[in-house]
């Protein structure tokens, strides 16, 4: 079992102005299929889709609350997250993970837009799957 | 099979030639993997820096990566599908990951916090789904993601570090895991990626 260091919730004004800066901004537009070989590359040192792993699994986490995969040992922090996964909080995720929620162990960022857009385009595609879709 | 406790020093006095592709020499990963060795990633007794607690669990996730790579490499040696040369490659490659995870421990250790524990071997195997592992090309392509994945996630992680010497140290642990992919993309026959900055 994994022994959890203790966090704290980030703020809800920290989230909000995370928010706003992203919102700023033009969103990248991404496609699944260049997102598959990025999401190998970038992300499956420690994640798989349907793997509990260092992360939890990935398929379905769009439309999913934080923290609530099943049988992963999240930290407490991100487990009591009031966050549902959709692409524009998976991009606020993935610049910042731990200044969207203090107290996460998951401290990678990926600081291109384009690359955000392509893994969340391949993550949203794999979770409708998941969910029966197309 | 004696996997588990080879000493980083004996692998690396290792000379044998890599079969598999005939482009790697064991001499040549050697002189690469000094860096890895015991003792050279920082002082001891070291003063922390901005949020301890924070940096605690980010290397605690580093930790659980190691981890799974130490136990890649062990699944990979009893899997009785590795030739003797690639087994030797495994075994200092998985040597290195040793080192790792003991210097992430004692920094944990250090910053107040708890080294996170290994699962059991039939954990990881179900994780990196071992059973679809049939024959010595599946092991190394399965290396090659799991290597190509740390030294990706290893420079993610880095800017979130409060403390700048882990920076380095994480720096370190990318070029590690980045020249054990070089290695066994080598090994394949594989081509390197064609740009720049193709880390990271």
């Not at chain 2, 588990?4 to 482009?23: C, E, F, I, T, Y």
């Not at chain 2, 030797?88 to 004692?106: M, N, T, Y």
Request: glycine share 10%.
């Amino acid at each position: 079992m994994r022994k959890i260091l203790g966090g704290t919730l980030c703020s809800a004004a920290a989230l909000a102005a995370l928010g706003s800066a992203a919102l700023a901004q033009s969103p990248a537009t991404g496609d699944a299929a260049g997102g598959e070989k990025l999401y190998q590359t970038k992300c499956g040192g420690c994640h798989s889709l349907d793997m509990n792993r260092v992360g939890p699994a990935h398929r379905g986490v769009v439309g999913r609350k934080a923290g609530s995969a099943p049988n992963y040992a999240y930290s407490p922090a991100l487990k009591a997250a009031d966050i549902a996964w959709d692409e524009k909080t998976l991009d606020l995720w993935l610049q910042n993970p731990m200044a969207m929620v203090k107290g996460t162990r998951m401290g990678f960022r990926l600081s291109d837009a384009q690359q955000r857009a392509e893994i969340i385009a391949y993550l949203t595609a794999m979770s409708a799957k998941a969910a029966g879709g197309s | 099979m004696t996997f588990h406790q080879s000493p980083a020093d004996r692998a690396l006095s290792r000379r044998k030639a890599l079969a598999a592709g005939g482009v790697l020499s064991v001499a040549g990963i050697s002189v690469l993997a000094g860096s890895a060795s015991a003792g050279l990633f920082g002082g001891k007794n070291k003063k922390t820096k901005g949020d301890p607690e924070a940096d605690a669990a980010l290397i605690n996730t580093a930790i659980s990566l190691e981890h799974e790579g130490i136990a890649a490499y062990q699944i990979a040696a009893e899997s009785g599908l590795l030739e003797p040369a690639v087994l030797e490659v495994g075994v200092l490659f998985q040597s290195h990951h040793k080192a790792h995870r003991d210097e992430l421990a004692r920094i944990v250790t250090t910053l107040g916090g708890t080294p996170v524990e290994a699962d059991s071997q039939a954990a990881y195997a179900e994780q990196i789904e071992a059973g679809n592992l049939k024959n010595q090309a599946d092991i190394l392509q399965l290396a090659i993601r799991l290597e190509l994945g740390a030294a990706n996630a290893y420079l993610g992680v880095l800017p979130g570090l409060m403390d700048p010497d882990y920076h380095h140290l994480f720096a370190r642990l990318a070029a590690d895991e980045a020249m054990h992919w070089a290695a066994l993309k080598g090994a394949v026959g594989e081509a390197l990626p064609q740009n720049a900055l193709s880390f990271g």
